[in-house]
């Protein structure tokens, strides 16, 4: 999950995916679609390093929910703020964010 500016719309996504297919093979390109997500209430929290290594933020994140009092609701998301082709793994940051209730 990547946040996109406005001026990003379903058909520019769409004809942009097919001037990408005509040039590489993607196969997971054809998987790529643009929404709004509406989740209600949320706790989030950036983790910073490799993606392999959020597991222990996640928990955190539950922990601090259900301390609050909280439930979770529904399977958290990752909105990455980083490349990783051009971001060293350690410097990474992702964004985790939990829907609540």
Same mark, same amino acid.
């Given at each position: 999950?990547?946040?996109?500016?406005?001026?990003?719309?379903?058909?520019?996504?769409?004809?942009?995916?097919?001037?990408?297919?005509?040039?590489? $093979?993607?196969?997971?390109?054809?998987? =790529? #679609?643009?929404? !709004?997500?509406?989740? @209600?209430?949320?706790?989030?929290?950036? /983790?910073?390093?490799?993606?392999?290594? $959020?597991?222990?933020?996640?928990?955190? =994140? #539950?922990?601090? !929910?259900?301390?609050? @009092?909280?439930?979770?609701?529904?399977? /958290?998301?990752?909105?990455?703020?980083?490349?990783?082709?051009?971001?060293?793994?350690?410097?990474?940051?992702?964004?985790?964010?939990?829907?609540?209730?």
């Amino acid at each position: 999950m990547i946040m996109q500016p406005e001026q990003v719309t379903q058909t520019l996504v769409v004809e942009t995916v097919q001037e990408v297919l005509k040039k590489k $093979d993607l196969p997971a390109a054809s998987e =790529l #679609h643009l929404g !709004i997500l509406h989740e @209600g209430v949320y706790a989030q929290v950036m /983790h910073i390093g490799p993606y392999s290594e $959020d597991g222990y933020t996640i928990e955190m =994140l #539950h922990e601090f !929910i259900e301390n609050k @009092g909280y439930h979770r609701s529904g399977k /958290h998301h990752e909105i990455y703020l980083g490349n990783p082709r051009r971001t060293a793994p350690e410097k990474l940051r992702t964004v985790l964010r939990q829907p609540i209730r």
